[in-house]
Nanobody
């Protein structure tokens, strides 16, 4: 499976962006999918996770109520809708897929086998 993330950009605080992650070359529906973000000089941090069927989701406390992860297995795609953006959301965002990741292990980057290239989100004040 290869992942390609896009949709980042510059947005004012309070605005919205929708990140997309398109997959190819594998059985997308067998992968739990996550979004992570990375601040300069920091480790990647968990943002959101969605189960293989899409029936279960989880979001980091810092984005809960503002961000929403979704997927469509027929389109081999996963999205991250980001609303009410804050300057502290500025980061490079990565989508990731894990063949063995489960809800219990969703926060661990090591549980994800494949990663997209990252897309930069910049939120201005």
């Amino acid at each position: 499976v290869q992942l390609q993330a896009f949709g980042g950009g510059l947005v004012q605080a309070g605005g919205s962006l929708r990140l997309s992650c398109v997959t190819s070359g594998g059985a997308f529906s067998t992968y739990g999918m996550g979004w992570f973000r990375q601040f300069p000089g920091k480790e990647r941090e968990f943002v959101a996770y969605i189960s293989r069927t899409g029936s279960s989701t989880s979001h980091a406390d810092s984005v809960k109520g503002r961000f929403a992860i979704s997927r469509d297995n027929a389109k081999n795609s996963v999205w991250l809708q980001m609303n009410s953006l804050k300057t502290e959301d500025t980061a490079v965002y990565y989508c990731a897929g894990g063949s063995t990741v489960e809800m219990a292990t969703r926060r661990a980057p090591s549980k994800y086998d494949v990663w997209g290239q990252g897309t930069l989100v910049t939120v201005s004040s």
